[in-house]
């Protein structure tokens, strides 16, 4: 009696093979048969070689049609599938496979056929000229691009990048300073020096006024639009003459520019211009008597005799160049004065002289 397993193994056996092979239908799966074994059939029976031979058998059928389920074959030819056969297959999990000599360092595809992308440490002729890992490095960026002036991407030791700020940044990444040569945002000029006496200032057009004497153009440059100063605003130096008051140079007139008497602080007078200087005022306490004063002794004391007058005390000059005569008396005999008492202390009665004492 065949066992079930051999039976089984029978069915599995006869299903897919059933139009090229006679099989006995006198089995539990097919029931009793009818007519008996077919005309020119070959009967298996699981009997005559035992499940091993029935085994062998459906092994020999895998072979016939080609097929396996190793997943290493290739499913035709029976050769076995392998990273570098050339043929990207994702059951290996492969990425990619171009071949054994396709695949490697500095390839699109790796040896163990995987996709070399960027910041894996391997450089790709997919857009990857370097690759120095994710974090980059001083000569490859993290986007695996050699750093340059000029790409873009802000890198050490770069201090700008054209493009990304453009009029402040030289064409060798450096920012703009005055002196470096590039005439950029906020210069007129360049002549890449410190030199301020010629024709660029600071990187600016020379021009008077500022600040720095143009040689062969200006005598001066005070950078001021001050007029009463040693430099004038046409950058000539100050002279008598000009018609500028230089303060600096102690001019006190120039021209018709001729202060009054009261705005140089004087006591009176009539003022005038001579060599740029003021005359006719005058000024007391300066020692000398000029129109309009009565004396400018500074402090120096006379007697009341000098006036003619009797008294013991000295008679000083006033601030405002007048004799101080309070110490005095006019002695009798003599002509009353408005601002000096008689000695007696009173004038006659036609108040014309002192009154004797």
Known sequence: ???????????????????????????????????????????????????????????????????????TDDGTTGTMRRCGDGVKDPDLGEECDDGDEGNGPGRACHMNC????????????????????????????????????????????????????????????????????????????????????????????????DGATHVGFESCDDGNQEQGDNCLNDCTYATCGDGQVNEEGNEQCDGPNVPSCADLGADGGQASCDGCQVIGCTYCGNGVVEPGEICDSAGVPIGCGFFELNGEDDVFCTDDCFWDLAPCCVPAGDPCQPIVDCCSGSCDINNEFCAPG
Request: charged share 25%; hydrophobic share 20%.
């Open 1 to 71: 009696m065949p066992s079930n397993t051999s039976t089984i193994r029978l069915v599995w056996l006869c299903v897919p093979f059933a139009a090229f092979v006679g099989c006995t239908r006198s089995n539990p799966i097919f029931g009793e048969s009818n007519s008996g074994e077919a005309e020119g059939s070959t009967s298996l029976s699981t009997e005559s070689g035992g499940p091993n031979e029935t085994s062998q058998t459906a092994s020999n059928s895998d072979s016939m049609d080609g097929t396996t389920d190793d997943p």
């Open 114 to 209: 995987t996709v070399n992308f960027c910041g894996d440490g391997d450089p790709s002729p997919m857009g990857q000229p370097c690759d120095d890992g994710p974090k980059g490095s001083d000569t490859c960026s993290p986007e695996c691009m050699l750093r340059s002036c000029g790409d873009k991407i802000l890198e050490y030791p770069e201090e700008c990048e054209p493009e990304l700020d453009p009029g402040a940044c030289t064409p060798f990444c450096t920012l703009n300073v005055c002196g470096d040569g590039e005439v950029l945002d906020g210069e007129s000029c360049e002549d890449g020096n410190l030199d301020d006496t010629d024709d660029c200032v600071e990187c600016h057009t020379a021009s008077c006024g």
